[in-house]
């Protein structure tokens, strides 16, 4: 009886699988399905693209160039919220921390990891400051006070998911990722970003 039950699910499944209407990119000029493949979901080809579409509309921005970048002064940059409003476990770092390698490849930018907007993303910064009176360390080794850089800009954003029922058998999901770098001296967003990304499959798909 069990031999049967479980011959039944798996050709359940089987036919599931064979009907299923796959996923494609939505061109959004034309509004039509393209031919590229993908998944419901972001994957990580949708975070690379958003990633280098960004950061060259960064560097392409005169404002986010140093009025010293002649002699070698570059930015620093601290990496603030990313707001997740989808309905997937999205690790935001997969997004900004390509921006921050980019930018940092571009000579533009640096990014400091003593100052976060929930503490230091590496807090080794300060821990080493407490060994000034440690008489394990040589003294003159310990990183003294007032050398840590303050950020001059906060990278900012939110990734934002919309789902449209288009028909009993498909679905348009609507993928916005939305980037703000805000100059930290004036408040002012110096650089805005948004990088849709629009994708149409079979409605029973999920994208989590």
Not at 178 to 191: D, F, I, K, P, R
Request: a positive charge.
């Amino acid at each position: 009886m069990k031999i049967k039950v479980m011959a039944g699910a798996i050709l359940a499944s089987v036919m599931l699988t064979g009907c299923a209407t796959k996923t494609y990119y939505v061109d959004q000029n034309t509004g039509q399905t393209t031919k590229q493949e993908t998944v419901a979901g972001l994957n990580y080809r949708d975070f690379s693209d958003a990633a280098d579409e960004m950061v060259q509309s960064m560097l392409n921005n005169p404002r986010l160039r140093h009025p010293n970048a002649d002699k070698g002064a570059v930015y620093v940059m601290a990496i603030s919220s990313i707001i997740n409003d989808t309905t997937q476990r999205i690790d935001t770092d997969q997004l900004t921390k390509k921006i921050r390698v980019d930018l940092l490849n571009s000579g533009r930018f640096l990014t400091t990891t003593a100052i976060g907007l929930n503490g230091a993303e590496d807090e080794m910064t300060e821990k080493v400051r407490a060994l000034k009176n440690s008489k394990l360390v040589n003294q003159q080794t310990v990183k003294g006070n007032n050398k840590v850089i303050a950020p001059d800009f906060s990278l900012s954003g939110k990734i934002i998911q919309r789902n449209f029922t288009l028909s009993k058998s498909e679905q348009e999901i609507n993928y916005y990722l939305q980037m703000t770098l805000t100059n930290l001296e004036n408040g002012l967003a110096y650089w805005e970003g948004e990088v849709p990304i629009v994708k149409k499959g079979d409605g029973r798909s999920v994208s989590w």
